[in-house]
């Protein structure tokens, strides 16, 4: 009986303490909300077609061209294309961001993707990303199905 106040006092405090963790995590946590990039482009607007095929070619994976120049409030059609015999990604965001959003696939490999800035593609299929780059700088875009990027998927967006 004594004890109950100090009982409750600890759980309230523990309560309190994983609220704050949750919050804390959140913004870090698997968002797709903020673009690191740019923003999700206008399919209705004018853009330059980038056509980028993703592959496996001995012992290596990659994508073709891996290098892209835009700029600055360019709006970009990435028409992919899978002609691998795997499933493969397409995520464009910042190199930090990739790295982060790999750990998180490491627990999670069957984690989908069908969002404005990143795509899984079956093997044979395509899709298409819309993409307005709208901040100058250096960008990835990267396959973070565990074991892909550091097999070589990995690709770069030079914005001037
Ligand atoms: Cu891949």
Do not use: Y
């Amino acid at each position: 009986m004594s004890k109950t106040p100090f009982i409750v006092v600890a759980a309230t405090a523990l309560t309190l303490g994983t609220v704050a963790a949750f919050a804390a995590a959140g913004p870090a946590g698997h968002s797709h909300e903020n673009f690191s990039a740019g923003e999700p482009g206008n399919p209705k607007k004018p853009a330059r077609v980038v056509q980028i095929t993703m592959r496996e070619a001995d012992g290596k994976m990659l994508f073709i061209p891996d290098r892209v120049e835009v700029r600055k409030g360019e709006q970009i059609k990435f028409v992919l294309r899978n002609n691998g015999e795997l499933d493969h990604e397409f995520i464009l965001a910042t190199t930090g961001e990739n790295l982060k959003h790999a750990e998180q696939m490491k627990k999670n490999p069957d984690m989908e993707h069908d969002d404005p800035n990143g795509k899984r593609i079956a093997p044979k299929k395509g899709d298409e990303i819309v993409w307005r780059f709208t901040k100058a700088g250096t960008f990835e875009f990267g396959c973070l199905i565990p074991g892909h990027r550091e097999a070589g998927m990995i690709g770069t967006v030079v914005v001037k």
